[in-house]
């Protein structure tokens, strides 16, 4: 586990933070109003959750988080991100949609939570969590302890694959898998400007301008072997594996195409390839 680079990405993480925030308008008046951020794809995943107690990991700025709680689960978001959760709890308060927001790194939190004593119904990762976990195992077996039994784990994410694509997503640049570590001084962009509407139901602002992070960032290049295996070796058990040909919210290379509904897709003349993954896992009763 490398906790020092988890550090390094915090820093990272709270600058992109604020950019992309900048981007989206009026997000309390948009929940209020009984707005969602949430894709359809994660909502079929997860299934009912009115009633639930839900974890959402690696939260970000709590949007996703306060919709599932209009949805009626009774929601707790983490996040490492200082400005994340900031802005996670001003939203909660500013939109009247309870929720707990703690600030700490998801290893960290888990063993705690499970010292304490902690059980969820639901835990649940989304869109671009999985490149910052530096330790599968310990990271599965974390959510593993704190899953109530009957208990599952939803997960929606980008496809490992395109994590091996170039900027233009026509050749090989990355290898494929294992947890390789693949480090840029350019630090985490600004990918709410690049996604524009899709990613701003409340409305798209201009915001911060060509923004350039002045912290790096550490990825870890899981595939998708490595991450069943993981959940699998947690004592989980598989229920649901999809894999979807288009990205939501996420022009992944040049040349996407945006469809209906804020996805993102090859243009017609390329192939087909997997974009987005679905996994739902779950704990045994007792």
Same mark, same amino acid.
């Given at each position: 586990?490398?906790?020092?680079?988890?550090?390094?990405?915090?820093?990272?993480?709270?600058?992109?933070?604020?950019?992309?925030?900048?981007?989206?308008?009026?997000?309390?008046?948009?929940?209020?109003?009984?707005?969602s951020t949430l894709f359809p794809e994660e909502v079929?995943?997860?299934?009912?959750?009115?009633?639930?107690?839900?974890?959402?990991?690696?939260?970000?700025?709590?949007?996703?988080?306060?919709?599932?709680?209009?949805?009626?689960?009774?929601?707790?978001?983490?996040?490492?991100?200082?400005?994340?959760?900031?802005?996670?709890?001003?939203?909660?308060?500013?939109?009247?949609?309870?929720?707990?927001?703690?600030?700490?790194?998801?290893y960290d939190w888990l063993d705690a939570a499970a010292?304490?004593?902690?059980?969820?119904?639901?835990?649940?990762?989304?869109?671009?969590?999985?490149?910052?976990?530096?330790?599968?195992?310990?990271?599965?077996?974390?959510?593993?302890? *704190?899953?109530? $039994? %009957? #208990? !599952? +784990?939803?997960?929606?994410?980008?496809? &490992?694959?395109?994590? @091996?694509?170039?900027?233009?997503?026509?050749?090989?640049?990355?290898?494929?898998?294992?947890?390789?570590?693949?480090?840029?001084?350019?630090?985490?962009?600004?990918?709410?400007?690049?996604?524009?509407?899709?990613?701003?139901?409340?409305?798209?602002?201009?915001?911060?301008?060509?923004?350039?992070?002045?912290?790096?960032?550490?990825?870890?290049?899981?595939?998708?072997?490595?991450?069943?295996?993981?959940?699998?070796?947690?004592?989980?058990?598989?229920?649901?594996?999809?894999?979807?040909?288009?990205?939501?919210?996420?022009?992944?290379?040049?040349?996407? *195409?945006?469809? $209906? %509904? #804020? !996805? +993102?897709?090859?243009?017609?003349?390329? &192939?087909?390839?997997? @974009?987005?993954?679905?996994?739902?896992?779950?704990?045994?009763?007792?």
């Amino acid at each position: 586990m490398r906790k020092d680079l988890h550090e390094i990405n915090r820093r990272a993480w709270n600058e992109a933070t604020k950019a992309h925030n900048s981007h989206k308008a009026d997000q309390s008046h948009f929940l209020r109003d009984g707005g969602s951020t949430l894709f359809p794809e994660e909502v079929d995943l997860l299934g009912d959750v009115d009633g639930k107690r839900l974890l959402h990991l690696q939260c970000n700025a709590g949007q996703d988080t306060l919709s599932l709680a209009r949805l009626g689960a009774h929601v707790t978001g983490v996040d490492i991100s200082d400005e994340a959760i900031d802005f996670a709890r001003r939203l909660s308060d500013e939109s009247g949609i309870p929720a707990t927001f703690y600030r700490a790194d998801v290893y960290d939190w888990l063993d705690a939570a499970a010292q304490r004593g902690e059980t969820f119904d639901i835990v649940f990762s989304s869109y671009g969590f999985l490149v910052w976990l530096s330790d599968l195992r310990a990271w599965a077996r974390g959510i593993a302890a *704190v899953l109530a $039994p %009957g #208990g !599952r +784990f939803v997960m929606i994410e980008f496809h &490992p694959f395109l994590m @091996m694509l170039d900027d233009q997503g026509g050749a090989v640049a990355h290898s494929y898998g294992g947890g390789r570590l693949w480090s840029f001084d350019e630090g985490i962009g600004d990918y709410v400007a690049w996604a524009g509407a899709a990613l701003t139901p409340s409305g798209y602002l201009e915001g911060v301008q060509n923004f350039r992070n002045p912290h790096p960032s550490h990825e870890f290049l899981w595939g998708v072997g490595d991450l069943i295996s993981a959940l699998l070796n947690a004592g989980l058990r598989l229920e649901t594996l999809r894999e979807y040909p288009y990205a939501n919210g996420f022009p992944a290379f040049e040349g996407t *195409v945006a469809l $209906p %509904g #804020g !996805r +993102f897709a090859p243009p017609p003349d390329r &192939p087909v390839i997997p @974009m987005m993954l679905g996994v739902t896992a779950q704990k045994d009763g007792s």
